[in-house]
């Protein structure tokens, strides 16, 4: 028999960007294909994926890509790597099958067709429908998530199971009334569970999570408080959160209304899937909301986390065409913020009270229950699974440790389980489990429309352009003999020190003109060598009169 190799390309010391890859006899089936959003120093990037190329050049060997659930951190990579695989793989330009839950499908082509790939392969997988993938077997697991159709995927092997639980927490009262699927989950560790790979994000918490479904009551009591409009900002894919907003919202007669691009495609989504269910006449357009008293209204918006072109966020900066709050208005903050998204929540909620508005968020009511499971839930799944190894998935090196203490408390040996890190495949065979040789990982960004990996020195003059501004000096001289033609000319753009520009800009033309008297008396007239000594001696100026470091751009025209 082969070894089974196990290796995560995404979602391990780090929140998001979720993928991982199985293979056995050479054949692979990926778990997940994630994004995460940049963090504030990477200046000019979109979005940040896995670095996907141990895929590409594997691309003709994938079996199927499964998708646990329809969030961005486990299905936003997916048309990149999806394009990507079809370049590479067959003749024909196929790719492989994407399989899943049915809400989780629906949403995964809702972003294909967002990216011109509509003859993508995608497939609905019930939960207990076994389906074979050449080597492996494959079954969904019912799980509870913040998003319905939630799965764990079990991956049966001739070594054994391999089950990565995905995201999840046992909710035993589940606003749609399905819980976890703990039968199953204990037969599978009756029967022997080779390999556990398990959602690490809550491990930090003790105890047990609160349900989804004692948000509603909280949500009804605040509305029933507030006496102007109410605008609930949630992620747009929590579509259980989002029908108890509009259960609290009809049941105390407010109309309401769908804000944000995202918000409205995933609920036509929930609707037509049969996970949200409106009243007939309760939802109105953004443009009506002005045609109701205040009291009567309540928006359900995009932007708990600050994104900078979300709903929520315009509306606070007064850039919203259609919604314009106003003091007496509430805003519900039924999320909590992804770890590095603080500072734009908190600019967020600044703005709004700067305009009046009331905030709430999760720290002051029970408007929100994670998604995740906390440290006993976490122990409960190691228990029904009994698994030989464990390797803790998705959550930073904190995160994982504190999983790796917890199944060791449970019974778990010590040297069965396996902290990694992305491209670090584990490798099981007939003598056991180990580290293999690393692969290549790591990030891959999107700049606009164009995906690469920028150099550390670009996103560097982005940070140093968006910090302290540009300089640049045009300098021409004559070919023969260096010496300047004409006056320097100096452009600044983005430089804090506008009640000294004249006389900077004259500080400025005197150290070029000592610059290119230096070059000429050392005899350097190559051009590079003019711009490398003009940019050094000019940003030595610059620091010394403002104590900043802007880019200095010099330029050399020869005449």
């Known amino acids: 028999m082969s070894s089974l190799r196990v290796l995560p390309l995404g979602g391990l010391g780090e929140i998001g960007k979720n993928l991982t890859v199985v293979e056995l006899d050479d054949r692979i089936v990926v778990v997940d294909a994630g994004l995460r ?15 996907f190329t141990y895929l590409s050049e594997r691309a003709q060997d994938i079996e199927a890509i499964v998708l646990t659930h329809g969030h961005e951190d486990h299905i936003g990579a997916l048309p990149f790597i999806l394009r990507e695989l079809a370049r590479r793989g067959d003749a024909d330009g196929a790719s492989p099958p994407v399989l899943g839950g049915a809400l989780t499908i629906a949403m995964a082509r809702s972003k294909l067709e967002e990216h011109k790939l509509e003859s993508a392969d995608l497939r609905e997988l019930a939960p207990a429908q076994p389906l074979q993938l050449g080597p492996f077997s494959l079954e969904l697991v019912h799980m509870t ?7 764990a995927v079990a991956l049966g092997t001739e070594r054994g199971v391999v089950l990565l639980t995905g995201d999840y927490k046992f909710d035993q009262t589940p606003v749609d009334g399905s819980p976890a699927d703990i039968s199953r989950l204990a037969e599978l560790g009756r029967d022997g569970v080779l390999l556990l790979c398990g959602d690490s994000t809550n491990v930090d918490r003790l105890g047990f999570s609160p349900s989804e479904s004692l948000v509603g009551p909280s949500l009804e009591e605040l509305f029933a408080r507030a006496e102007g409009r109410i605008v609930v900002t949630s992620f747009a894919s929590n579509i259980h959160r989002v029908q108890q907003v509009l259960d609290a919202a009809d049941a105390l007669g407010r109309k309401v209304a769908l804000v944000g691009r995202s918000m409205r495609k995933n609920v036509a989504i929930g609707r037509s899937l049969g996970h949200v269910e409106v009243p007939d006449g309760l939802l109105v357009g953004p443009g009506e909301i002005d045609d109701f008293p205040d009291e009567r209204i309540v928006l359900i918006s995009t932007g708990s986390q600050g994104e900078p072109l979300s709903a929520l966020r315009r509306m606070a900066y007064r850039d919203h065409r259609q919604v314009e709050l106003r003091p007496g208005d509430t805003v519900v903050f039924s999320a909590t913020p992804i770890p590095g998204n603080e500072r734009a929540v908190n600019e967020t909620i600044d703005r709004l009270y700067h305009i009046g508005c ?26 029904l699974l009994k698994p030989r190894y464990v390797m803790p998935v998705h959550g930073d090196f904190k995160r994982l440790r504190l999983h790796a203490q917890l199944a060791e408390a449970v019974g778990v040996p010590a040297p069965n389980i396996f902290i990694g890190d992305n491209g670090l495949p584990l ?30 020195v670009a996103l560097r003059d982005r940070r140093m352009l968006s910090a302290d501004g540009i300089f640049i000096v045009v300098v021409t001289v004559a070919e023969q003999d260096g010496r300047s033609v004409t006056a320097p000319e100096v452009i600044f753009r983005g430089v804090p020190f506008l009640d000294q520009a004249d006389e900077l800009r004259e500080e400025i033309r ?3 003109e000592a610059t290119l008297a230096r070059a000429g008396r050392e005899q350097i007239r190559e051009t590079d060598q003019l711009q490398l000594m003009l940019h050094d001696d000019l940003a030595a100026l610059v620091y010394e009169r403002l104590r900043r470091r802007p880019m200095v751009l010099p330029v050399v025209v020869e005449v």
């Open 37 to 51: 959003f940049p963090t504030p120093d990477m200046v000019g990037i979109d979005l940040v994926l896995p670095d």
């Open 145 to 151: 998530h913040s998003i319905p159709d939630s799965c």
């Open 358 to 383: 009331d905030v709430v968020t999760p720290s002051e009511a029970p408007v929100h229950a994670s998604g995740h499971g906390y440290a006993e839930e976490v122990k409960l799944m190691l228990n």
């Open 427 to 456: 490798e099981i065979d007939a003598r056991g489990a180990r580290f293999g040789a690393r692969e290549q990982s790591g990030m891959v960004f999107v700049d606009g429309v164009e995906i690469g990996e920028p150099a550390d």
């Open 510 to 512: 005197a150290e070029v």
